[in-house]
């Protein structure tokens, strides 16, 4: 059997700048990935050149078939579902108008099982998106994209603005919707110790290149990546 999505000697460029030199990795149906590395590493653009939102080559393939020049749209309505940093959501839309955006590629959105999930959508339905809170914000963008019925879920920085404690919730979630939908997620992080405790693989990237890649507990067991990551 594929991978659900694999990656194979990506290269992408904004311009005259190329931000990935042959990157290539892998998530399995069912799987966490966590995508770890500094700033300006190529992290955000591996997203994108799954998305179809940056120019790339090599190839890049969702359950065996490639997405060669898929636009947004295509790869959106072939399973992935990507939720950008700074979440993405229409701030002057209300919460329940921003989650129908999320259902227009599927034919008959699930509105009950993604509140049951995010039941508090439901008292919030009529509240604009752009006076939500950060965390409920991100949970917005989350639900939005769950009911897409994705195969894959892609997350960019989840966590960036929100306290501790809400970015706890935030993977509490993810996970949850792992384990019980059986949704694969690729999660860029950099709150490198939440992402692998929530992971089961992951990669560190640096200046566009794959640089270590193992199990979440080989990752936090590496040296390097104890070092630069985890901080002990």
């Known amino acids: 059997m594929p991978a659900l999505l694999e990656l194979s000697d990506v290269t992408a460029r904004y311009g005259q700048v190329v931000a990935l030199h042959g990157v290539s990795l892998t998530v399995e149906d069912g799987e966490i990935v966590a995508l770890l590395g500094a700033n300006g590493a190529g992290k955000t653009t591996t997203?994108?050149?799954?998305?179809?939102?940056?120019?790339?080559?090599?190839?890049?393939?969702?359950g065996g078939k490639r997405l060669a020049r898929a636009t947004p749209e295509v790869v959106a309505r072939h399973g992935v579902a990507h939720v950008p940093e700074g979440r993405g959501?229409?701030?002057?839309?209300t919460v329940w108008e921003n989650l129908r955006m999320g259902g227009y590629i599927v034919r008959r959105?699930?509105?009950?099982?993604?509140?049951?999930?995010?039941?508090?959508?439901?008292?919030?339905?009529?509240q604009q998106a752009g006076t939500l809170s950060g965390g409920e914000q991100q949970m917005?963008?989350?639900?939005?994209?769950?009911?897409?019925?994705?195969?894959?879920?892609?997350?960019?920085?989840?966590?960036?603005?929100?306290?501790?404690?809400?970015?706890?919730?935030?993977?509490?979630?993810?996970?949850e919707l792992n384990q019980k939908e059986g949704l694969a997620v690729l999660v860029v992080e950099q709150n490198?110790?939440?992402?692998?405790?929530?992971?089961?693989?992951?990669?560190?990237?640096?200046?566009?290149?794959?640089?270590?890649?193992?199990?979440?507990?080989?990752l936090k067991?590496?040296?390097?990546?104890?070092?630069?990551y985890l901080g002990y």
Do not use: K
Not at 47 to 62: A, E, N, P, Y
Not at 146 to 175: H, N, W, Y
């Open 140 to 175: 917005l963008a989350l639900a939005r994209a769950f009911l897409s019925r994705p195969r894959l879920l892609m997350l960019d920085e989840p966590s960036l603005g929100l306290a501790p404690l809400i970015t706890r919730e935030v993977f509490r979630v993810v996970t």
């Open 192 to 218: 490198a110790a939440v992402a692998l405790a929530a992971a089961q693989r992951g990669y560190v990237l640096e200046t566009g290149r794959i640089a270590v890649a193992g199990s979440a507990a080989e």
């Open 89 to 93: 959501i229409f701030a002057e839309l």
């Open 109 to 126: 959105p699930d509105f009950a099982t993604v509140l049951g999930y995010f039941p508090w959508l439901q008292e919030r339905r009529n």
């Open 221 to 228: 067991s590496n040296d390097a990546v104890r070092t630069a």
């Open 47 to 62: 997203l994108r050149s799954v998305s179809g939102t940056v120019r790339r080559s090599g190839d890049v393939l969702l």
